[in-house]
Structures are given as structure tokens and as C-alpha cells.
């Protein structure tokens, strides 16, 4: 910034003016290092081998979208933590998502093979008021798929009626005293009377 004056008109003092230029925050607007750049290249090829994902499109999608640049080439010094972040958030979330889904498959297996979707989403809606698995997260993941695991089916026993064969069979061999006494009474009983 500079101040033109010519001329003794328009003058406060009749002295030079002195030009104080305070620097802002040191920017740095240099390139990488060839050290950062291999920092994050290794960064970005561990992740894209962990994830699964192709390195070109982290490269595009996480990293240069978020500092703003067209190559790791334009990418400032004073830019460099931001672009490692971004790396690093972007491993973290997807992490997130993935377990995300194996919990939700694992969930639907176990309440397949119980046959308990009824009760499971009765679970889902009075515990967290939602019933639907990919919209929870993963602390409410885990006490669904805690529940399915250890929700017992409990069948009830079969009803027998009064006289069927195998209620017979079952009192005479629980009580073979008292039926064997039943029966001798029966028979003395039925004797007298025919």
C-alpha cells in the first residue's frame, strides 16, 4: 500500500511518510517437499490398498477436492496437514460405512435364520424409534445384532388332549402306583355290579 503525494497541498506534516509493512501469517506457498509428496503418496496408496479403491480417484476426490488444487503439484507447503486430514478422515469414514454393512448383513442373517423380523423391529422401534438397520449407527448396531444373537425361540409344548394315547401312556408310566391301584379298584367295582 502506498500513499501519493506530490506537492506541499494535502499535507498533514510537512515530513516523508513512512511506509510500515507488518507481514501477515508467514504463508508459505511453496511447493510440497519431495519428502511431504512421498508422505502423502505412501498415505494415499495404503489407504487405496486397504479400502479397495483405485489411487487416481482418492487422489481426485478426497485430496484434491478438499485443498482446492488441480495436481499434487499446486498443492502448498501450508497445505499439507489439510490434505493429509483428508486422507486420513476419509480412511476413517469408510471404515465406518464398511462395518456398517457387515453389521447390518450379519443382523439380517441371524433374524433369517431365527425367523424373528417381527420381533426384531419391535426391538428397533422401542429402543431407538427406527426401524430401519442402514439408518442406525454402529453403538445401536451393536445392541440389535446383541439382541437377535440372543433372542431364545421359545416353542411351546405341544397340547395333548385328555385322551389321546400319549397322555395315557404318559400318566400310567408318572404314576404306576396309583394307576395300577385305580384299575384293581375298577375291576373289583365293575365286577360287583355286572
Given at each position: 500500500?502506498?500513499?501519493?503525494?506530490?506537492?506541499?497541498?494535502?499535507?498533514?506534516?510537512?515530513?516523508?511518510?513512512?511506509?510500515?509493512?507488518?507481514?501477515?501469517?508467514?504463508?508459505?506457498?511453496?511447493?510440497?517437499?519431495?519428502?511431504q509428496r512421498q508422505r502423502l503418496n505412501a498415505l494415499?496408496?495404503?489407504?487405496?490398498?486397504?479400502?479397495?479403491?483405485?489411487?487416481?480417484?482418492?487422489?481426485?476426490?478426497?485430496?484434491?477436492?478438499?485443498?482446492?488444487?488441480?495436481?499434487?503439484?499446486?498443492?502448498?507447503?501450508?497445505?499439507?496437514?489439510?490434505?493429509?486430514?483428508a486422507i486420513l478422515q476419509y480412511q476413517e469414514t469408510e471404515r465406518r460405512v464398511v462395518n456398517s454393512r457387515l453389521m447390518v448383513a450379519r443382523i439380517t442373517n441371524v433374524t433369517k435364520e431365527k425367523g424373528i423380523y417381527d420381533e426384531r423391529d419391535a426391538f428397533c422401534l422401542r429402543t431407538f424409534g427406527e426401524r430401519h438397520l442402514n439408518y442406525m449407527d454402529l453403538e445401536q448396531l451393536r445392541q440389535v445384532l446383541a439382541f437377535v444373537e440372543d433372542y431364545e425361540l421359545t416353542t411351546p409344548a405341544p397340547q395333548l388332549s385328555p385322551w389321546s394315547p400319549e397322555a395315557i401312556k404318559e400318566i400310567v408310566l408318572t404314576y404306576p402306583v396309583h394307576f395300577t391301584a385305580t384299575l384293581m379298584l375298577g375291576a373289583v367295582i365293575g365286577g360287583m355290579v355286572l
Open positions: 500500500m502506498s500513499v501519493g503525494v506530490d506537492g506541499n497541498q494535502n499535507r498533514v506534516a510537512g515530513r516523508d511518510y513512512l511506509e510500515i509493512n507488518v507481514a501477515g501469517a508467514d504463508s508459505d506457498d511453496s511447493p510440497l517437499s519431495s519428502a494415499v496408496a495404503e489407504v487405496a490398498v486397504n479400502l479397495g479403491v483405485e489411487k487416481r480417484a482418492l487422489w481426485r476426490e478426497v485430496v484434491h477436492a478438499r485443498v482446492g488444487v488441480e495436481s499434487i503439484s499446486e498443492i502448498p507447503r501450508s497445505r499439507f496437514a489439510e490434505a493429509e486430514e
